[in-house]
């Protein structure tokens, strides 16, 4: 790339070399362009050094020495150029979004957030290249921290910037709405905004929106809150206030707006529920939806302790490096316990005892005796239900009642979150019996959360508030709530059973209304089925898919199988049908079969078939069919050559194939063929690593954004622009 006096001045302001005042240093510039171009990257940074003692204040030299130092990834270097060159350039776009980077990468998603939608609103001709990065590393982080909704916003944004942020973001949105951690609230933007048409405050509105239009977000949410100071509680308002706040990550006053809105007689029932709900989606502890948990340290003194706890029936040995992290953020412990356990509880004995279901508790974790400190146990105390009902079962088998205890953290978790009912299975479950386990550990499931007593109910239980005119609202949120996490033993009836033992109604909104629009990621659940037309139909199934809205699948496939579909599109429909159905099997056999017809569907359809390929390929294994699925997995590779789903099972496959020979000492004849069951879920699972495993997505590299990645540690990790 070549630098001349047309091209966008290096110092960010937006204009030409030549008609920006940078130009006199025009010649000694293009000399440093071409030193980076030649990636004699070092020597450019020492040569702008020497330049920046005569001109300390140049804002092209501080431009490119914060471009080197991100290539070098010289992070600390790079925080005090920011700095300076924002403090000298307090008005500049591109000095601003450096500073946001720095900012995302330190974990302050505020200030990046803040930063880099001033930066968009104050671009003039072309936003800087940098723009992306900052972007994607934000809804990276965002999303890594749970703040799937703010991601989800600013990857929206991100299509109104042109051709090459567009795709950035397809990207980015298509890894959200299947984040593993996020409830189908967080998946779907927010509703509209009620319309301020022939109020008081319309024109000033106006003018808070045109700012939200033009992304000043910041100047838009100080207008709004002035607005709302004079005029009161105004659901338009509040909406444009909460869509600001939200951008801007301020997730405690947009749990706030989302209090008033929820509180507003002007909404109707179906958006006060959804508001109410969010309420406890954006700031659980503070919506009163969390129970407390301890982190504690019981300091051990007899020699003999170690061996009672591998003695401990109610205690199963676990990996130490599940509780690792924890103890890090937490007690700052470099060195690992020497033993960790996990507490499990046996349950549905007399119904299943061959089966030998558990259900797991809490953990501790031992330290042994070190030369400046004693032997110590580390537990986390649940504070609610069956699980803390086993620990005390344990603390008491262990004499730890009359321990000293050291209580470093007190830990908030969201009961509906959990409410999942993790069962560990020891025996092989007969396909006639999984029915009636799935109705056994849903029960088990009702009765947990149904028994735990929430704040926002006053400190009563679910249960206990059946009925109440008080707590009605508060009720059918929670209810919302819960379904939204989807959790794998209910569905849809289960939560209309709900609705009707405790005795409170559940919203059924018209499809031919833009349901979405009203009540966001709530219209999943509440869409009348009994009179939705086909095409919005299998929209709405399309759209469960992609989200993993578990609760819905039965409810739609039976509605699906009932309904007459149109010629033109039968086929997408079938399609659509037998995904779902694949979900909802217990049994593999049926499985199998659903899998080959949606394979053929799908070559109907020309759409690349090859997830259905790898399911079934390890389902034959698991049925013991490891022949047929081998000819079966080798037809499906030279019948579908370009399908990328097979592409990257097979690279996978083959560089695994590579590291083995490699550790034997022996070259690769060939591509060879996997084998053995489970071979594509591990050759997958190997294959997602790479690129995106450093936490920071990069807007030209491989692989798409993974915002669900998981967090790396330190706080040095960047992405460096053409590096890997």
């Not at 204040?57 to 924002?86: D, N």
């Not at 984040?179 to 509703?191: D, I, N, V, W």
């Not at 389902?619 to 592409?647: C, G, K, W, Y």
């Amino acid at each position: 790339m070549t630098l001349d006096q047309y091209s966008l001045c290096p110092c960010g302001n937006g204009k030409k070399v030549k008609f920006c005042k940078c130009n006199e240093h025009f010649q000694e510039m293009q000399t440093i362009h071409r030193m980076i171009v030649g990636e004699q990257n070092v020597a450019a940074l020492d040569r702008i050094n020497a330049n920046l003692k005569s001109m300390p204040s140049e804002p092209w030299l501080l431009a490119m020495k914060c471009e080197l130092l991100l290539q070098l990834r010289e992070l600390e270097s790079l925080e005090e150029s920011s700095a300076k060159f924002i403090r000298l350039q307090p008005d500049n776009p591109l000095a601003k979004l450096y500073r946001a980077l720095v900012a995302v990468i330190r974990g302050n998603t505020e200030e990046g957030a803040t930063l880099l939608l001033q930066a968009i609103s104050e671009s003039q001709e072309q936003l800087p290249p940098i723009t992306a990065t900052v972007a994607i590393n934000l809804i990276e982080t965002m999303a890594q921290r749970g703040m799937v909704l703010p991601a989800l916003m600013h990857a929206e944004l991100m299509f109104d910037m042109g051709e090459a942020m567009a795709r950035i973001a397809t990207g980015a949105v298509e890894s959200l709405i299947g984040h593993p951690q996020a409830g189908t609230l967080s998946q779907e933007t927010l509703p509209s905004a009620s319309s301020g048409e022939g109020t008081q405050y319309a024109e000033r509105l106006a003018e808070a929106e045109a700012l939200i239009a033009n992304y000043r977000i910041s100047a838009a949410k100080t207008k709004l809150e002035s607005i709302q100071r004079e005029f009161g509680q105004q659901p338009p308002i509040l909406q444009n206030l909460l869509y600001c706040q939200l951008l801007l990550t301020d997730l405690e006053n947009a749990a706030l707006t989302c209090r008033k809105l929820a509180s507003s007689v002007m909404l109707d029932e179906p958006q006060r529920i959804y508001y109410q709900s969010m309420v406890y989606e954006l700031a659980p502890k503070t919506g009163g939806v969390t129970q407390a948990e301890d982190l504690s340290v019981y300091t051990i003194e007899d020699p003999e302790f170690e061996t009672s706890l591998a003695s401990c029936k109610l205690l199963t040995p676990i990996p130490v490096e599940q509780v690792r992290g924890i103890l890090q953020a937490f007690m700052d412990e470099e060195v690992p316990p020497k033993a960790a356990f996990a507490t499990l509880q046996p349950v549905l004995q007399e119904q299943f005892a061959d089966i030998e279901a558990q259900r797991p508790g809490s953990w501790l974790a031992f330290y042994g005796k070190q030369t400046d400190k004693p032997a110590r146990l580390v537990v986390l105390e649940p504070g609610f239900g069956y699980r803390k009902t086993l620990m005390e079962q344990v603390k008491r088998e262990l004499g730890l009642m009359s321990l000293k205890r050291e209580l470093i953290e007190q830990l908030h978790v969201a009961p509906l979150a959990m409410g999942n009912s993790q069962i560990l299975i020891r025996n092989e479950v007969p396909t006639e019996r999984r029915e009636a386990l799935r109705d056994a550990i849903r029960q088990l499931t009702l009765d947990d959360v149904l028994d735990i007593s929430f704040e926002c109910l006053g400190g009563r239980t679910p249960r206990e508030c059946a009925g109440s005119a008080e707590h009605r609202l508060a009720l059918q949120a929670l209810l919302l709530s819960w379904q939204s996490q989807n959790p794998s033993t209910m569905d849809d009836s289960d939560f209309q059973h709900l609705h009707h033992l405790l005795q409170v109604s559940r919203p059924s909104l018209s499809a031919e209304d833009d349901v979405f629009d009203r009540v966001g990621g709530a219209a999943y659940y509440w869409t009348d089925l009994t009179t939705i037309d086909p095409r919005s139909l299998i929209q709405l199934m399309q759209s469960v898919l992609a989200r993993s809205v578990t609760t819905m699948y039965r409810s739609l496939v039976e509605k699906s199988d009932t309904i007459a579909w149109p010629e033109d599109f039968r086929l997408s429909a079938e399609y659509t049908t037998l995904n779902l159905k694949t979900r909802t099997v217990t049994d593999p056999a049926e499985a199998d079969k659903l899998l080959l017809r949606i394979i053929e569907t799908g070559k109907q359809l020309q759409l690349p078939v090859g997830n259905a390929i790898l399911e079934r390929f390890e389902i034959l294994n698991m049925l013991e069919r490891r022949s047929e699925a081998r000819q079966f997995l080798e037809t499906s590779l030279r019948e579908n050559p370009n399908d990328p789903v097979l592409l990257q099972f097979l690279q996978a496959a083959m560089m695994q194939q590579q590291q083995m020979a490699a550790r034997r000492g022996a070259m690769v004849g060939g591509p060879g063929m996997p084998s053995g069951p489970g071979m594509p879920g591990s050759a997958m699972a190997s294959s997602s690593g790479g690129a995106g495993s450093s936490g920071i997505w990069t807007p030209d590299g491989p692989s798409q954004p993974s915002p669900s990645a998981p967090a790396t540690t330190g706080g040095s990790k960047l992405w460096i622009p053409g590096q890997d």
